[in-house]
Every structure is written in C-alpha cells, then in structure tokens.
Nanobody, 123 residues
Framework: QVQVLESGGGLVQPGGNLRLSCTASGRTFSLANMAWFRQAPGKEREFVAR????????DYTDSVKGRFTISRDNAKGTVYLQMNNLEPEDTAVYYC????????????????WGQGTQVTVSS
C-alpha cells in the first residue's frame, strides 16, 4: 500500500524560506512521478510543481517560478520543495502527490496523496 507523507511546514515571515519534504513508500520510488499542490482557504487545490521519475521536464506554476525548486533524492525516497522569498499569497496547505503513470499538473492524475502540511506566510 502506498503511503505519502509530507513534513516541513510552518509559519514564516514574508521573504523567508521553507523546505518541504515528502516521502512515498510502498512502491518503487525511483519510478514515481511526484508533484506538489496547494490549497488556500476557500480556493480549489492548485498545481505548484512536478518532477517526473526521470528528473527531467520539471514544471512549475508561473507564480512560483524563480522562487520554488522541486528536487528528489531517490536513495532517500524523498522529494523536496525549496520555497524561497515566500509571499503571503503562498499561504496554503501544501500536498504531495504520487503516481506511477504519466507526470501531470492535473490533480486527477494522482491517486496517492499525503495529508498536507500548513504553510503560513505572515508578519
């Protein structure tokens, strides 16, 4: 059974940095396409970043390009989201998702989700 688990959220001031981590177990992690999504209060869950199993064709939503970096360490079974220069608009619950099919920015493409980790950007 696949389990996805996020960690690393918290409260940070505008301009600050956070790194989120996500582990996926139960299937071969090196073959998993991984992605990060987020959901702010009253809004739909939205795509943030994805990294295919190959590590190539990394993709970001426009609002985080140049500030966020997604990466993976297959030996540790972990994907990371380094978030720099955070803005209040980045406040949301961040979710990690996994699939073993096609890498995608659509929530419907991912059958496996973590429970989410809260990121709050506020002074």
């Amino acid at each position: 059974q696949v389990q996805v688990l996020e960690s690393g959220g918290g409260l940070v001031q505008p301009g600050g940095n956070l790194r989120l981590s996500c582990t996926a177990s139960g299937r071969t992690f090196s073959l998993a396409n991984m992605a990060w999504f987020r959901q702010a209060p009253g809004k739909e869950r939205e795509f943030v970043a994805r990294i295919p199993y190959s590590g190539n064709d990394i993709d970001y939503t426009d609002s985080v390009k140049g500030r966020f970096t997604i990466s993976r360490d297959n030996a540790k079974g972990t994907v990371y989201l380094q978030m720099n220069n955070l803005e209040p608009e980045d406040t949301a619950v961040y979710y990690c998702a996994a699939n073993w099919g096609l890498s995608s920015s659509r929530t419907s493409a991912y059958p496996y989700w973590g429970q989410g980790t809260q990121v709050t950007v506020s002074s």
